[in-house]
């Protein structure tokens, strides 16, 4: 099984330029998020999502925009880059019980 | 809202050494608590959690942790560390069933010397 993968897996941007990163789990689970991860501060949630169509912000979401079409995807876009969010980024998927399962991380810089 | 305290930015032991990595939550409702290892360039993988029941959990790796409700603390345990054990380790709480947001400590590095 794939888990949960993220795709690109690194990203160099322009400031203003936007991108959308992927994640896809092959799980069925309910549940997915989005994190960032910057040295000293942890993982911090941007958004997640509760089920297909549903999407609620996290501790971070400002200057980041989420979408669930499909159970098994969970796309997170950044419509204007800034410098500011230059970090690795981290999709996560669980279920009602368990723990939750990440990806391998995407890092993007922002120049 | 809920937090994650990991008081201590590295933990340097010995191998062969007993390792701690203290962690304290704050969350409303019953927590359930996680541990987490990333290593260098890999994305998070699962320890142990503690949902209810034992205070004492058990994992991977011969990791354990204790659940002190009355010091809302989860600290992680091994007996014995290994140089292979060095990492980073993030502990994690959500408010219970009904809670779905994952919060994460901003971890601990964990260095064993040889």
């Known amino acids: 099984n794939a888990g949960v993968t993220q795709t690109p897996k690194f990203r160099v941007l322009k400031t203003g330029q936007s991108m959308t990163l992927l994640c896809a789990q092959d799980?069925?689970?309910?549940?997915m998020y989005w994190y960032r991860q910057d040295p000293g501060m942890g993982l911090r949630l941007i958004h997640y999502?509760?089920?297909?169509?549903?999407?609620a912000k996290g501790e971070v979401p400002d200057g980041y925009n989420v979408s669930r079409l499909k159970k098994q995807n969970f796309l997170l876009g950044l419509e204007s880059a800034a410098p500011s969010q230059t970090s690795v980024y981290f999709c996560?998927?669980?279920?009602?019980?368990?723990?939750?399962?990440f990806g391998q991380g995407t890092r993007l810089t922002v120049v | 809202a809920q937090s994650v305290a990991q008081p201590e930015d590295q933990v340097n032991v010995a191998e062969g050494n007993p390792l701690t990595v203290k962690c304290t939550y704050s969350?409303?409702?019953?927590?359930?608590l996680f541990w987490y290892v990333q290593y260098p360039n890999r994305g998070l993988q699962f320890l142990l959690k503690?949902?209810?029941?034992?205070?004492l959990v058990k994992g991977s790796y011969g990791f354990e942790a204790e659940f002190n409700k009355s010091q809302t603390s989860f600290h992680l345990k091994k007996p014995s560390a290994l140089v292979s054990d060095s990492a980073l380790y993030f502990c994690?709480?959500?408010?219970?069933?009904?809670?779905?947001?994952?919060?994460f400590g901003a971890g601990t590095t964990v260095t064993v010397r040889a």
């Open positions: 996560a998927s669980r279920d009602r019980s368990l723990g939750a399962f």
């Open positions: 799980m069925n689970h309910e549940y």
């Open positions: 999502s509760v089920g297909e169509g549903t999407t």
């Open positions: 969350v409303s409702g019953n927590p359930y």
């Open positions: 503690y949902i209810t029941g034992d205070n």
């Open positions: 994690a709480v959500r408010g219970g069933s009904n809670d779905y947001k994952l919060s």
